[in-house]
DNA sequence: TGTTATTATTAGGTTAGCCTAATAATTGTT
DNA sequence: AACAATTATTAGGCTAACCTAATAATAACA
């Protein structure tokens, strides 16, 4: 079973966020959050359908199987990761970190991951060192940069 | 102007890298640290020839232009940021630093670049935040993890 | 210098991922 | 139920980025 290409891991997630905000998910839904057309998401859920990570029949609705729901929720953690450490640490932009964490989240060894994943959780787990963090490494004048 | 692909920032910085550390620069020696074969090289080459990042006469040796030097400056110098970070901070062994410095260094936003630069620099620069760098947020049992 | 080895190029093919335009199915409205 | 609007799908095309196989140019050397 080959890697998904970033383009397929992109459906994936986008569809099980749209399927934790609304009822159901439709084609156009996921175009719409991709910025792409119809056409191209059908061509997208065909190679998902081949894999088994996606079940949808002709005209309905959209939906991830168990195990298209375990892939996307690992790329969706990816994202969380680098959304926290952009944005929760260094203290860009909501929207900025959000478009950077999309960029990457596909391209990082899992042993690069789990070291930046290590720095969110030691500061997020601990006052003390939240605390530091930002007194240290990224006082006001860094964060609330331009 | 369009930017730049991946794969064409790929290449500049290639032939950057190579004429650095050789005197002449071959179409092979690209194939071969890009690890791919010389007639991609060709195709790659003669796109950034169009935009005038490289002057290659045929059969000869490549070279880049003012330009393109400039750029592949530029593209390597974000590769050096993520180096760093993830092998100077993180302390990643320093395979995976590069390979995944490779990875994402064509597809973040400049504000994410400078943020993080920023975090670099500040470490590098002083042995005292560097100590406790160190000391609080990469412990040894962190970095030597596996 | 003629022949061989190396390197470069061309020609042509494949795949992924997007697109537009045309058609089909479904849903909503009167 | 008929028609209109929405949504989905198919058909076909395009580009980027790779590939292999065949050919051409250059370099090395006997």
């Known amino acids: 079973m080959p890697a998904l290409s ?6 994936l997630e986008a569809i099980l966020v749209l399927s934790r905000k ?7 839904d996921v175009a719409k959050s991709l910025a792409i057309k119809p056409p191209s998401v059908i061509g997208a859920l065909k190679a998902l359908e081949e894999k088994g990570l996606v079940v949808h029949e002709k005209y ?3 939906e991830l199987s168990q195990d298209g729901i ?4 690992k790329i969706y953690a ?4 680098f959304y926290k450490f ?4 260094l203290r860009l932009p909501s929207a900025v970190a959000s478009e950077d964490a999309c960029r990457i989240e596909h391209h990082l060894s ?7 994943l290590g720095l969110v959780q030691l500061i ?10 930002f007194s240290r490494f990224v006082p006001e004048e860094i964060r609330n940069k331009k």
């Open 60 to 62: 309905g609705y959209l």
């Open 22 to 28: 609304e009822k159901v998910v439709r084609v156009k």
């Open 78 to 81: 990816r994202h969380e990761i």
């Open 86 to 89: 952009f944005h929760g640490l």
């Open 70 to 73: 375990l892939q996307a929720q």
């Open 6 to 11: 970033p383009s397929l891991e992109d459906y």
């Open 110 to 116: 899992s042993r690069t991951m789990e070291a930046i």
């Open 124 to 133: 997020e787990d601990s006052p003390e060192l939240r605390a530091l963090w």
